[in-house]
């Protein structure tokens, strides 16, 4: 269950951030609408590597797409397994 709060409760900021858990971020609303998220660092730091690893993945995807793909032996020839 999402934890949804009113960004006047920062006022309290302790409480707050003594709610925060790791997969359980805290959402802010100003005036009714969300407008902030407050998460646990470590969460960010996997959100943020996982976004920077699906970057990298389409990149190389492009990439292969404009380059042309390898086949499975071409794989197995530059690693050295056959």
């Known amino acids: 269950m999402p ?4 960004v ?6 302790n409480e707050v951030l003594r709610t925060i ?3 359980n971020p ?4 100003k005036n009714g ?4 998220v407050i998460v646990d660092y ?13 970057s990298e993945l389409l990149s190389a ?5 404009r380059e042309g793909w390898l086949s499975s032996e071409d794989v197995e020839r530059e690693l050295g397994l056959i």
Do not use: W
Request: no cysteine; aromatic share 10%.
């Open 26 to 29: 805290v959402f802010l609303t």
């Open 42 to 54: 470590e969460d960010y730091e996997k959100k943020q590597a996982a976004m920077k690893l699906l």
């Open 8 to 13: 006047s409760d920062l006022r309290n900021y």
């Open 33 to 36: 609408r969300g407008k902030y």
């Open 61 to 65: 995807e492009e990439e292969a797409d």
């Open 3 to 6: 934890i949804i709060k009113p």
């Open 21 to 23: 858990q790791a997969d």
